[in-house]
């Protein structure tokens, strides 16, 4: 089956530093890919959505400047947390749609702790 | 705005007994409602959607457009169905995928 994969499962970085996160599609090409973000024990806020050769678009209370997506190719998206702060510290989970099944594809996670 | 509601944060059955994890959900028009599993240190997967109606590990959902529900049912529980559950409404498109806040199945042996 299709295979997403995310990099790294785990960082910590210091407060005011960025951390990038990669989202691939390891087996199959997708023209989008959204971005997640987990709290404890609550569901998945969908933070992005991340076309190939376009702009993301951001859900509404998601500042575009903090979070930056790129989708560069069709099968990576990056999402940079920049200035982190301890509030930014979270479960990060990306998707990947498959055009062939129209289904979608989860990540195994990324967790992020800023200190 | 679409909602997806799940109102069990925790449902305990036991084996071999039947299970309801109950979605209702919110929107004006024609969604397309989904059921994903996390099992346990494991990614989130889909278990099955309602246009394909298909039954997946013995899990069926049916989209009850009059009472905006999309529960999913087993008629005999199993321990390896102990995980958490989501149910997922999109609008079309995969535009727009909302979650609900998640149910987890907790079978006992």
């Known amino acids: 089956g299709a295979v997403v994969s995310q990099h790294p499962s785990r960082v910590i970085c210091k407060s005011g530093t960025s951390v990038k996160i990669e989202c691939r599609s390891l087996?199959?090409?997708?023209?989008?890919m959204f971005w997640y973000r987990q709290f404890p024990k609550k569901s998945l806020m969908l933070m992005a959505t991340?076309?190939?050769?376009?702009?993301?678009?951001?859900e509404q209370g998601v500042e575009k400047d903090k979070f930056l997506i790129n989708h560069a190719s069709l099968t990576l998206s990056t999402l940079t947390v920049t200035s982190a702060h301890p509030e930014d510290s979270s479960f990060y989970i990306c998707?990947?749609?498959?055009?062939?099944?129209?289904?979608?594809?989860f990540g195994p996670g990324t967790r992020l702790t800023v200190t | 705005a679409q909602r997806v509601t799940q109102p069990e944060k925790l449902l305990s059955v036991f084996k071999g007994a039947p299970v309801e994890l109950k979605c209702n959900y919110s929107?004006?028009?024609?969604?397309?409602l989904f059921w994903y599993v996390q099992y346990s240190r494991q990614r989130l997967q889909l278990l099955l959607r309602?246009?394909s109606r298909e039954s997946i590990k013995g899990f069926t959902a049916d989209l009850n457009k009059g009472e905006t529900s999309f529960h999913l049912k087993k008629p005999f529980a199993q321990e390896e169905d102990s995980a958490m559950y989501y149910c997922?409404?999109?609008?079309?498109?995969?535009?727009?995928?909302?979650f609900g806040t998640g149910t987890k199945l907790q079978v006992i042996p």
């Open positions: 998707s990947a749609h498959s055009p062939l099944t129209d289904e979608q594809y």
């Open positions: 087996d199959f090409q997708a023209t989008t």
């Open positions: 991340s076309n190939e050769g376009s702009k993301a678009t951001y």
């Open positions: 929107y004006s028009g024609s969604p397309e």
């Open positions: 309602h246009i």
């Open positions: 997922a409404l999109t609008t079309g498109g995969y535009q727009k995928v909302t």
